[in-house]
T-cell receptor, first 114, second 116 residues
Framework: NAGVMQNPRHLVRRRGQEARLRCSPM?????VYWYRQLPEEGLKFMVY????????ESGMPKERFSAEFPKEGPSILRIQQVVRGDSAAYFC????????????FGDGTRLSIL | AQTVTQSQPEMSVQEAETVTLSCTYD???????LFWYKQPPSRQMILVIR??????QNATENRFSVNFQKAAKSFSLKISDSQLGDAAMYFC?????????????FGKGTHLIIQP
């Protein structure tokens, strides 16, 4: 029973490029959450999605960041025109339904900006 | 907005001993969930234990137990018979049950070192 799958594990981009991070939730899970972890910090909530809907994006920067969870395929976190400050570990979590269910985390994507 | 505070950046314990990690939180809500997650060097986030605020009984999972003091807004994690594999960052997290934020709010973490 595969867990939450994130890819790539490591992503290197130059300043100004685009970064695309993918997350496939656990089988049967329709709720996806994205978090960012800066060095020496805890995880910070970014966005909560259900299939084809953004439910809560209160933690997402207003510019350059976007997220989607299409009807088919993985959830995508997209960062346009990356800057050095975007370097972080990005974690995806999924749950079968809403807030009463625990969130299961993927192994994260470490994004490095040159 | 809710906040979670972990006042111990680092803790060290001898193998087989017991250690307690502290966590306090601030909220105006009466119903919520609290969690402890473990993050080993592999950076995976592993759920250790979960507590529902409406339950007075402290949650227990094998060697891991919590001391949940709702009035004091305290949620400490006790690890008994510490093992080398327990070495990791431990994060305390809060989540609303009702109409609050959907995501987890994490503390900054405690780095647990196990001395052989």
């Amino acid at each position: 029973n595969a867990g939450v799958m994130q890819n790539p594990r490591h992503l290197v981009r130059r300043r100004g490029q685009e970064a695309r991070l993918r997350c496939s939730p656990m089988k049967g899970h329709s709720h996806v959450y994205w978090y960012r972890q800066l060095p020496e910090e805890g995880l910070k909530f970014m966005v909560y999605l259900q299939k084809e809907n953004i439910i809560d994006e209160s933690g997402m920067p207003k510019e350059r960041f976007s997220a989607e969870f299409p009807k088919e395929g993985p959830s995508i976190l997209r960062i346009q025109q990356v800057v050095r400050g975007d370097s972080a570990a990005y974690f995806c979590a999924s749950s079968p339904s809403g807030r009463n269910q625990p969130q299961h985390f993927g192994d994260g994507t470490r994004l490095s900006i040159l | 907005a809710q906040t979670v505070t972990q006042s111990q950046p680092e803790m060290s314990v001898q193998e087989a001993e017991t250690v307690t990690l502290s966590c306090t939180y601030d909220t105006s809500e009466s119903d919520y969930y609290l969690f402890w997650y473990k993050q080993p060097p592999s950076r995976q986030m592993i759920l250790v234990i979960r507590q529902e605020a409406y339950k007075q009984q402290n949650a227990t999972e094998n060697r891991f137990s919590v001391n949940f003091q709702k009035a004091a807004k305290s949620f400490s994690l006790k690890i008994s018979d510490s093992q080398l594999g327990d070495a990791a960052m431990y994060f305390c997290a809060y989540r609303s049950h009702g109409g609050g934020a959907d995501g987890l709010t994490f503390g900054k973490g405690t780095h647990l070192i196990i001395q052989p």
